[in-house]
């Protein structure tokens, strides 16, 4: 029997955990038995924007009402009918909170292959690829848990900072992250802070909860923490740039009324608020410039253009290098890891980053069969 977490696309918090026998694979296929997976305040994102950007379209549950929650993480090959995979290889990936995937495997190499499956065609490759740990110097069986956690979070990171440089930072003094001291934020806040000193370099501004200001502060990577129930203390004469990480509508108002024409750009980038979404009537006739997503792919393909796919490949090398000396040797560390295990801690996890009540330090890694 297979298993796998179903939730309701338009209520977050109702979910079902589905079991289904096990199918045999056809011809060309693997079954992926996946192992550990991080759930971390991104895969809310996920949920929240599953119709917007498409995330519930990879794994799909054959009810339009539902929607099965992306993760990523590590698996094992449990069996293959596909020559280039063999049984017993371990991969990292983007799975479904569940026990398996069957995949597809195409232009496999030595390196890892892609999911060939018809649905996942015309989604983002950066989704489909499946990388074989034997072959990926980055991977130490030790550190399993800080790349599951952490490495899809800081390519974005990675990716905004490398986006605002790219546009000379829209010509602001300064820029606001919301929902800073979840893990996205607080990578983009340490790629940001690595180029003070520099022309051009922003101020780093972080909004959170006033339960959170003070691990905010404490990473050292914020120019400046504040709750959100404290925007009088931003100069609104700043010119700023405003990334969104929260997703409320409220908040963002609230931020395009105080700077109005000093807010030289709107970056949406994630939904950790994701229950205030649906105030879209908060979000029309804004001062300032309309809000924009930010689609991390995107800004990696021109750089693979530019720089090709191993230039880039190095310069995130790099900088996750220097990323992983304050988030695991940190006194305290910037993050630390908690391990669960079986379905009901699984979901207990979901629905404690769903209402916004998971620390920010702590990194939940699931193991879903006790």
């Given at each position: 029997?297979?298993?796998?977490?179903?939730?309701?696309?338009?209520?977050?918090?109702?979910?079902?955990?589905?079991?289904?026998?096990?199918?045999?694979?056809?011809?060309?296929?693997?079954?992926?038995?996946?192992?550990?997976?991080?759930?971390?305040?991104n895969?809310?994102?996920?949920a929240?924007?599953?119709?917007?950007?498409?995330?519930?379209?990879?794994f799909?549950?054959?009810?339009?009402?539902?929607?099965?929650?992306?993760?990523?993480?590590?698996?094992?090959?449990?069996?293959?009918?596909?020559?280039?995979?063999?049984?017993?290889?371990?991969?990292?990936?983007?799975?479904?909170?569940?026990?398996?995937?069957?995949?597809q495997p195409?232009?496999?190499?030595?390196?890892?292959?892609?999911?060939?499956?018809?649905?996942r065609?015309?989604?983002?490759?950066?989704?489909?690829?499946?990388?074989?740990?034997?072959?990926?110097?980055?991977?130490?069986?030790?550190?399993?848990?800080?790349q599951?956690?952490?490495r899809?979070?800081?390519?974005?990171?990675?990716?905004?900072d490398d986006?605002?440089?790219?546009?000379?930072?829209?010509?602001?003094?300064?820029v606001?992250?919301?929902?800073?001291?979840?893990?996205?934020?607080?990578?983009?806040?340490?790629?940001?802070?690595?180029?003070?000193?520099q022309?051009?370099?922003?101020?780093?501004?972080?909004?959170?909860?006033?339960?959170?200001?003070?691990?905010?502060?404490?990473?050292g990577?914020?120019?400046?923490?504040?709750?959100?129930?404290?925007?009088?203390?931003?100069?609104?004469?700043?010119?700023?740039?405003?990334?969104?990480?929260?997703?409320?509508?409220?908040?963002?108002?609230?931020?395009?009324?105080?700077f109005?024409?000093?807010?030289?750009?709107?970056?949406?980038?994630?939904?950790?608020?994701?229950?205030?979404?649906?105030?879209?009537?908060a979000?029309?006739?804004?001062?300032?410039?309309?809000?924009?997503?930010?689609?991390?792919?995107?800004?990696?393909?021109k750089?693979?253009?530019?720089?090709?796919?191993?230039g880039?490949?190095?310069?995130?090398?790099?900088?996750?290098?220097?990323?992983?000396?304050?988030?695991?040797?940190?006194?305290p560390?910037?993050?630390?890891?908690?391990?669960?295990r079986?379905l009901?801690?699984?979901?207990a996890?979901?629905?404690?980053?769903?209402?916004?009540?998971?620390?920010?330090?702590?990194?939940?890694?699931?193991?879903?069969?006790?």
């Open positions: 029997m297979t298993l796998r977490l179903s939730i309701e696309r338009r209520d977050l918090h109702r979910t079902r955990w589905d079991e289904s026998p096990a199918r045999a694979l056809d011809d060309g296929e693997v079954r992926l038995r996946i192992e550990r997976v991080a759930l971390t305040a895969n809310i994102t996920y929240a924007f599953g119709d917007a950007m498409r995330y519930w379209d990879f799909p549950t054959g009810d339009a009402a539902t929607g099965c929650l992306p993760v990523w993480g590590f698996a094992e090959v449990a069996e293959s009918r596909h020559e280039a995979v063999q049984p017993g290889e371990r991969v990292y990936g983007y799975f479904p909170l569940a026990d398996e995937l069957i995949v195409a232009r496999a190499n030595a390196a890892g292959f892609l999911d060939g499956a018809e649905h065609r015309a989604l983002h490759t950066i989704y489909n690829h499946y990388v074989r740990c034997s072959a990926d110097p980055g991977y130490h069986a030790d550190h399993e848990a800080v599951a956690l952490l899809p979070l800081f390519t974005t990171s990675f990716l905004i986006f605002l440089a790219d546009q000379g930072g829209f010509g602001a003094a300064q606001i992250l919301s929902s800073a001291s979840s893990k996205t934020a607080y990578g983009t806040a340490f790629c940001l802070a690595r180029r003070r000193g022309p051009g370099a922003l101020r780093v501004v972080g909004l959170t909860s006033a339960a959170h200001v003070g691990f905010t502060r404490s990473l990577c914020y120019d400046a923490g504040h709750a959100y129930d404290d925007l009088d203390a931003l100069d609104a004469g700043t010119p700023t740039v405003y990334v969104d990480f929260s997703g409320s509508a409220p908040l963002r108002r609230a931020i395009h009324e105080r109005g024409e000093r807010l030289a750009y709107s970056c949406s980038v994630g939904g950790t608020h994701w229950d205030e979404l649906a105030a879209k009537g979000s029309r006739d804004l001062p300032g410039p309309k809000p924009t997503l930010f689609f991390a792919p995107a800004q990696a393909s750089r693979i253009e530019q720089w090709g796919a191993a880039l490949q190095q310069r995130l090398a790099e900088a996750w290098v220097a990323f992983m000396q304050p988030v695991t040797r940190a006194d560390p910037w993050l630390r890891v908690v391990e669960h079986g009901r801690a699984a979901e996890v979901y629905r404690s980053l769903l209402d916004g009540t998971a620390a920010p330090q702590d990194g939940h890694i699931v193991t879903l069969r006790a």
